[in-house]
Every structure is written in structure tokens, then in C-alpha cells.
């Protein structure tokens, strides 16, 4: 695996780069008829920040010896499973979006019911690329290893849905720190802990203690990105609308700036940052140099 | 695993109470969040024949010593796929179904944005339970017959997500036989093969020639199944309705009687019986005894 360090403008962009590559011949692994081949063709290939990709390829840095295979066919799945979940999120039913990245969503290209359809066989194309040879040029992984990635996916595209419904439920209320945290841990933080933990068992075994210690970073990155997304939500406002803060907290909005205040909520973000770098130091700095470079731009980014 | 031959009247109906009880202790196994976990009940426990899980047992039923949890835990997570697909063609972009089995649609009781997350998550779940220890009594499978029903069972997701597509643009057109075999080889037949299959692996090496008989048996039945579908569809409307198969043949509906008219479809039924039968000789009669009889009914059944 090559290093992302060298990457001063943009540390996801080799990845990006390597994750579009992976996600064209794994599209063209499977033999789908029209129009759903375009539909999900259209619905992966929209782009997007590719971070959960980008969190595989940087875990499995962590060990030179890592099988290059099994953790492409991870990113390739886990993708798959996140944009199947937009695919659905955007449809009339859900959150009606009719654009997403400045393209027309997957319904509104290919109508509701192909869209439907497009995020249903992603997620069982995702299982499919995970227990597939796709990408092999050696031995085949273990059998116990994919189970223990298949495991995590399911998993957390189950969590996944319940972080929605949590948060279809919570629209409109106002929600104590505990349940907005709730929601985020499982809509969004699951599939970026999965990302990390799918690379993470092809080179750990289960009962090593870096398990552990990466899950408990990819649980303290997957909050804070979520903390960093509301305060940039207020901070662009702020610069574009003229909004401020204290507008946003007055509408009821369940952030976390209007839940605690934006200076407290960028002290959280801080501390979740601290927290995720804390579970890296049981690693030795070369081998997350990757994960480290990846936290710092989550939590700096200003988009 | 008891057999199913002493039941005279119905010999779904053992398999139909042990796969109830099954899905009860499986659905109790998850933490959903309401409305979505009484959504995913309703879609589950609305009923129906339970052919697929009934299809597992019976295979299994071919050796005495079959695992019996992993046998279990492949008819609950076949049943969840064949569940959340039925929830999603009911929605108002597919079928617009209000009722099921006499009972409102998940999306009519639970709202379509929650009717929508009940069959992606049961998606999910079926992936969970098969890589679960539920029913485990004595050690566990090994990971490669784990692994190889969660291939059987992502195959044959994206099948039917596949033969849905070819289903809806067959709409309206006079398609050939082959073409309306290859719908219904995905549509129905992928699922009812992969209910055979991920018992079949529990038992069989993938060596054995035992495997490629019960391949061609499935895809024998699953066909049938459907050929008797179009059959019945007539017979009951010439009974309830007065229409005949001639006036079904003018409305050019892709049925097997309109393409090839009502005695030639009852004869490709008796011989995809047939092709079926044929390939359980392969295994003593004692073995398959649960399987003939399933056959039997199936393709005997009135309704």
C-alpha cells in the first residue's frame, strides 16, 4: 500500500483515485440488465469523498503484509453500501432530494422504482464482491476472515437503518445529547467503524488488542466528523446567509452546536480528536501515519 | 429433523410452524428502534406459504446429520429476503399493492419511508443471522459453509432484484418463452435454488455431484412453480370469474398457457416434474422423501 503523506492538498485523493478504479471492474463483474445497469452505475460513480474507502486502504497500512485483495474488495463493499443508502435516502418517500453533487438523483434520472431497486441488489452486490475472488492474485483469504468481514458489514447496514429511523423520529423534537448521539453512532458512525474493522481483521487476529484500539478510533472519528459536519453547517451559513448560531439554536435544530453551543461543540470536536489520536499511539506513528493524516483533514476541512 | 411424509393435508404445514417459531426467536434477537421493529414483524409474520424454508428442511432431511442450527438460521434468512422483497414490491412505485394476504401492505400500515427501511433492513438481518451462532447448540459450522451460503444468498438477492427489473420491462410486451423463462429464473427461481443450495452445503462437499442434482432439481421446481402459477391463474378465473384462457391470451399477457397454450403449459409442467424427479433419483428414496412430497404438492396444489 502506498502512503497518503505525500498528499499535501488533499490527503483523499489517491484513494479516491484508487476506489474509482476498484469500483468500475467490480460494476463490470456483474452481468445486470437495463435500465438498472445505468441506474447503478449512476448512483455509485456520483463521487463523493470516498472516506470510508480511504479509511480501509489507510487501516490496512498499518501492516505492509495486509492482503491487498481483501481489504479492495472491503472498500469496494463498503461503498456499495453507502450508496445504496443514498440512492434510498434521496427518494420521494424518504428526503425527495432531486440533486445530489449537482447531478440528478437516482430516482429523478431513472425513475422511483429502478432507484428502488438499484440501492436493493447494491447491497447484496456488496456481500457478493466481499465473498468474491475479485481482485485475487494469490491464495484465497481465509474463509474466517471474510465471514468476520461480512459479519461487521451486515452488521452495520443494519445499524444503519436504524440511525435513520432514529432520526425520521427525532425530526421536529428537540433531543438531549444522548439520543442525538445515539442517532449519529448508528447512521453514520457504523459504516465508518465497519470500513476500519474489515481491513482491521485481515491483518489482526480477533483477540489482539488493536481490534479494540481501532475500533475505539474509527467510533471517536466517525462522531467527530459528524460534530464538524453541524459546525460547518453554521459556519457556511453564517459566511453565505448571514445566519448565525444562535438563529440556527433558535429554530430547535438537534446539533451539536445548538445542543451545547458552537465554542462547546468545537471543543468537543477537540476532544473526540484527541480521543481517536489517543487509540492510534498504541500503533507505532509510521504505521498510522495514513489514519493520522486522514483524522487531521476530517477535523480541519473546511467543506 | 422429523419428517414430513405423515402429513396428509398439507405437508407445508410442519415446516410452516417450525419456521414460524424460528423467526419469532430470530426477530427477538434484534434491537430496532419502533415503528420500524412492528414494521419489520408485520412484513415478516404477515405468513404465507413458506416454501423456501420449507424447501431448507427437506434438504437437509437428505442427511440425518445435517447442522441443524445452520439449517435453521439459511430458512430464516432466506425467508427475511424473500419478506423484504415482497415489502418493496408492494410500495406505491412497484406494485401499489394495499393488500397482502387479507392484511394492509407494510406501507399502507407503517408509512412508505419506514416500509422502505423495513426491507432494507431485513436485507441485512438475513446476512446477520446466517453469520450468527442462533440455534447453535453444539460448536460451531466451519467458516467455509458459512461463507458459502452467504454467497448463495447474495447471488441469488441480486437475481431477483435482476429478474424484477426484466419483470417490469416485460410489461405490456409479448416476450418469448425464453425470455419469460429467464424472468422467472431470477425472479423466483434464484431464491428457491439458493433454499436448496445453503442446506445442500451444509451436507455435501462442493465436490459432490449431490450438489449440481439438487441444482438441477431446484431450477426444475422453481420453474414449475410458476409454469402452475399461470395455470391456476386461469383455472381459478374460468372458475370465479368466467374468463377463459382464450380471452387471457388476448389480452397478450406473458403468461406460460397464453404463450403456449393451456394443455402445452400443463405438459411443460409434468415434465419440469419430471426433470425434477429425475434428478432426486440420484438419492435413496427414503433420503428425498421430504423433498418428493413438497414436489408433489406443489405441483398438485389447487391454490
Do not use: W
Amino acid at each position: 500500500m502506498s502512503t497518503l503523506t505525500d498528499i499535501s492538498v488533499h490527503p483523499l485523493s489517491e484513494a479516491q483515485q484508487r476506489i474509482q478504479q476498484d469500483l468500475l471492474t467490480a460494476l463490470d463483474a456483474f452481468a445486470i440488465p437495463e435500465p438498472l445497469k445505468s441506474a447503478v452505475h449512476h448512483a455509485v460513480m456520483l463521487g463523493g469523498k470516498r472516506v470510508r474507502p480511504a479509511l480501509c486502504y489507510a487501516t490496512a497500512a498499518i501492516q505492509p503484509n495486509a492482503n491487498a485483495a481483501a481489504v479492495r474488495r472491503a472498500a469496494v463493499a463498503i461503498e456499495f453500501i453507502h450508496c445504496y443508502s443514498l440512492a434510498h435516502d434521496d427518494l420521494p418517500c424518504m428526503d425527495n432530494d432531486l440533486l445530489r453533487r449537482g447531478q440528478p438523483t437516482c430516482h429523478v434520472a431513472y425513475g422511483e422504482d429502478t432507484a428502488l431497486l438499484a440501492g436493493d441488489i447494491l447491497q447484496s452486490m456488496a456481500f457478493e464482491i466481499l465473498g468474491s475472488r475479485l481482485f485475487d492474485q494469490g491464495p484465497a483469504v481465509e474463509a474466517s476472515i471474510v465471514l468476520k468481514q461480512m459479519q461487521i458489514l451486515a452488521t452495520a447496514s443494519s445499524k444503519m437503518v436504524n440511525g435513520q429511523v432514529l432520526d425520521l423520529q427525532a425530526e421536529g423534537k428537540h433531543v438531549d445529547q444522548q439520543a442525538l448521539e445515539n442517532i449519529h453512532t448508528n447512521k453514520t458512525g457504523a459504516l465508518i467503524s465497519a470500513a476500519v474493522l474489515m481491513a482491521a481483521v485481515t491483518i489482526f487476529e480477533g483477540t489482539d488488542i488493536a481490534i479494540p484500539k481501532l475500533r475505539e478510533f474509527a467510533q471517536a472519528i466517525g462522531l467527530a466528523f459528524q460534530v464538524q459536519d453541524d459546525i460547518l453547517d453554521i459556519t457556511s451559513d453564517t459566511a453565505m446567509l448571514g445566519k448565525t448560531a444562535g438563529k440556527d439554536q433558535q429554530v430547535d435544530k438537534s446539533t451539536y452546536p445548538a445542543l451545547m453551543g458552537l465554542e462547546a461543540a468545537q471543543a468537543y470536536a477537540l476532544e473526540l480528536h484527541h480521543q481517536a489520536m489517543n487509540a492510534l499511539a498504541h500503533f507505532d506513528e509510521s504505521q498510522v501515519a495514513e489514519l493520522t493524516n486522514i483524522t487531521q483533514f476530517l477535523l480541519t476541512r473546511k467543506a
